[in-house]
Every structure is written in structure tokens, then in C-alpha cells.
């Protein structure tokens, strides 16, 4: 079962490499029930795989809906068939399409190339299996930020591409190979912004690797406060690629700074719960400076990781200070995000200062290379242990 899982694995990341196709789950955060189906452009072929099919242009938008672990397809005053699964398949190779579901806080996003619908877990699963260029476009407007530099987009798009290579079966035993948020990157569909297009042309098929070729965790954060984390901090495992390093250019940007007041009985809670034993009467002892990035809180003989404090009080970063202020505690930290590889806020001033992505991505990443990603090397990884390595995006405060 082990080989075959690994075969399996591989044979997909060749089909990747020869085909520049990906399976994306789409509306990943969602249980939807039905999905309404519209082309935009072109013909479909919808089949449930039994001898059913139909071909759908943009006369009338389509209704997919689970039926128990069925999927029931009807077309407006047409056809209606059930299958155990639905394969909507472009005919004309410049197909488009939009895509609605029932959840609300959703709407309507527009996505090119295929879509299998099957039903698993209790939900309408929406698999869509589009070109790779095209869909990092997008997942550099979802998780780029408010830059507006071609040279940061870049930046974006080689960081992208090398996630999306690096973890390409971290879904492999769900049938597809990355989901569409955060827990793999941001995907809402097709763009039109033209600097991201450009961009993403400009480095196409360009990743980020060790020296030894092996495709780095292309981790990236909001803003580092001055100074980026050595991985060990964030997620305890150690890169030699993503270490401290002095950063000049975000200590300016919007979220450089903060400062949050918790009150003395909260924060002795989570103090407790990690296992402080000392006297609690004295709220000096809960002082804490940081002029340089550490890795653990101490009070007294007490620590703990900062990374843990940061979670359990959802703070926007682990690099704070703390001073007694009345009967609550102030932190004044600086930074948003884990603080790991590229802040964007630094690499946005850097490429209005004229820096390349080249040297953005040199700057963050110590000892890489930028290279085709037919002259990497692939390692087979286990998908379930996928998530591991995987960074977050920044569009929650998830880094």
C-alpha cells in the first residue's frame, strides 16, 4: 500500500510537470450542498460517467446538488441526471466558468479549465483542474497584499510557485493536490489584473531551492517588526535558509507596530495552564523585554514559548514586551505574522527602492537559488505529513 501511495505521488507530480495542470479544491472552507454552474465562454461536456451526457454553452446555468452520496446535475429545462460523480469538461480550450455555492459571506468567483463534483464527508466536494500559471496569478492576489510593485508581485508569484511545487500532494489521498485557503494557499479564481499577470509570465516555471536543488519552504509573513524569526522559533524544526535577519525597509509600514492590554487574572490563566508555579501577588514578575527576538518568555524561573503565548491570546505577533500597567499588562510588540522568511511589507519598500526580485528573495532566504523547476529535485513526501512544513498565508492571522 506504501508503494503504491509513493507511485502514486510521483506519477502525479510528472503529470504536473508535463501537463502544467493542478487540481484545486475550490470553496474549501465551506460544506456546500449545491453549487450553481454558469459558462461563461465556450462548451462544456457534463457526464456522470454512466452514459449520461450533456453539453452545456452559456444559454442557462447549470445546478449541482448532492443527494446522499449522489450527485444530482439539472440544466434548466433540459436534462437531470444522478451519478456517483460529475466531470464538467472544457470542449474549446478557451473555456470559462463561474461557480456559486449555497453558504453565505460567498460569491460568485470565475475559474477556467475542468470540474469533477463528488460527493465525501457530508459535502459537495468541487474540484477544479486548471492551468498552474493561471491559478498562481490568482494566488498572488489573494495572498499578496497591497502591493502594487510588478517587482514585488514577482517576488509573490516565484514564492507561490515553489509552494505550490513543494506541497503539490499534500492532498493526493483526497483526490486533488491543493485546497483553496489558507491551509494551503488563497485561490478565489481568475483575476484581470494585469501587473500579477505580467508578473507571474515574467518568472514563469521559476522556484526558490536549496543549494542541493531541493525546493525550500517558501514561508512568508506579513511584517517581521525590524527583525525575521529562525524557523526553530515559530514551528521548533530548524531551516538553514530561513534565519534572523536585520530587516530595514517595514519598520515604517502599517503593521509595524501594536500594543495590547490583557488584564492580570487572563494572563495568569494562561500562565498556569503552561505550568507557572510561582507567587502571583507581585505583577512585576510578569515584566518581559524583548529588544531582539527570542524564543521563549521568562518570569522569573518560568518559561515558555512564545509562540504559545501568541496563540493562546491570538496576539498579532510573539515579538512584544510587556510592562505592568494598573491592574493589567501591556504589550507593545512590533510585527504581524509567524516573522518567518519574506515579510511583504519589507519586500514592497524594496522593490519601490528599486530592488529586484532576485535580490527580495536573496535578501529573506539565506543561501538559495532561483531555478527552473525542471532542474529541481523532487523528494516523494507523505501527505499526511504534509502540513507539517506548510506556511500560512496572511490573510488571517494565522502566520
Not at 442557462?60 to 449522489?70: E, F, G
Not at 525542471?374 to 512544513?389: D, E, T
Amino acid at each position: 500500500m506504501k508503494n503504491k501511495l509513493l507511485l502514486s505521488i510521483l506519477l502525479s507530480f510528472i503529470f504536473c510537470l508535463l501537463s502544467s495542470q493542478i487540481r484545486v479544491r475550490l470553496f474549501n472552507e465551506f460544506s456546500p450542498d449545491y453549487a450553481i454552474f454558469t459558462v461563461n465562454s465556450g462548451k462544456y461536456s457534463i457526464s456522470n460517467g454512466s452514459g449520461s451526457t450533456i453539453i452545456a454553452g452559456t444559454e442557462a446555468p447549470l445546478v449541482i446538488a448532492r443527494v446522499n452520496s449522489k450527485i444530482y446535475v439539472k440544466l434548466r429545462n433540459r436534462e437531470a441526471f444522478l451519478g456517483d460523480s460529475v466531470e464538467i469538461n472544457g470542449l474549446t480550450g478557451s473555456d470559462n466558468f463561474s461557480l456559486r455555492i449555497n453558504a453565505a459571506g460567498t460569491s460568485e468567483r470565475n475559474y477556467s479549465g475542468d470540474l469533477k463534483c463528488y460527493s465525501d464527508m457530508e459535502t459537495l466536494l468541487l474540484v477544479n483542474t486548471c492551468d498552474i500559471e493561471q491559478y498562481l496569478a490568482g494566488v498572488v492576489k489573494a495572498e499578496g497584499g497591497n502591493g502594487k510593485n510588478e517587482e514585488y508581485f514577482r517576488t509573490q508569484a516565484v514564492i507561490a510557485r515553489t509552494y505550490t511545487y513543494k506541497y503539490f500532494n499534500k492532498h493526493i489521498i483526497d483526490r486533488y493536490n491543493l485546497c483553496d485557503d489558507t491551509h494551503c494557499q488563497v485561490y478565489n479564481g481568475l483575476i484581470s489584473d494585469s501587473l500579477i499577470i505580467n508578473a507571474v509570465q515574467h518568472t514563469s516555471g521559476l522556484v526558490i531551492t536549496t543549494p542541493d536543488s531541493l525546493l525550500i519552504n517558501s514561508a512568508f509573513h506579513s511584517n517581521c517588526g525590524g527583525e525575521t524569526s529562525p524557523s526553530e522559533y515559530a514551528w521548533v524544526t530548524s531551516q538553514t535558509y530561513l534565519i534572523k535577519v536585520t530587516d530595514p525597509y517595514c519598520r515604517n509600514s502599517r503593521n509595524a507596530l501594536w500594543n495590547k492590554k490583557i488584564s492580570l487574572n487572563d494572563w495568569t490563566d494562561i500562565m498556569i495552564k503552561n505550568g507557572y508555579t510561582g507567587i502571583l501577588s507581585d505583577p512585576s514578575v510578569f515584566s518581559f523585554s524583548q529588544a531582539k527576538r527570542v524564543p521563549d518568555y521568562v518570569a522569573g524561573s518560568f518559561s515558555m514559548p512564545l509562540r504559545t503565548i501568541r496563540s493562546a491570546m491570538t496576539l498579532r505577533s510573539s515579538f512584544f514586551s510587556i510592562s505592568v500597567d494598573g491592574d493589567s499588562l501591556l504589550l507593545e510588540g512590533r510585527g504581524y505574522g509567524h516573522g518567518v522568511g519574506l515579510c511583504q511589507e519589507g519586500a514592497m519598500m524594496m522593490a519601490m527602492k528599486g530592488f529586484t526580485y532576485q535580490q527580495i528573495i536573496d535578501f529573506y532566504y539565506f543561501g538559495v537559488l532561483i531555478m527552473d523547476i525542471k532542474n529541481a529535485v523532487f523528494l516523494p513526501q507523505n501527505p499526511s505529513s504534509a502540513a507539517l512544513g506548510a506556511r500560512k498565508g496572511v490573510k488571517s492571522d494565522t502566520n
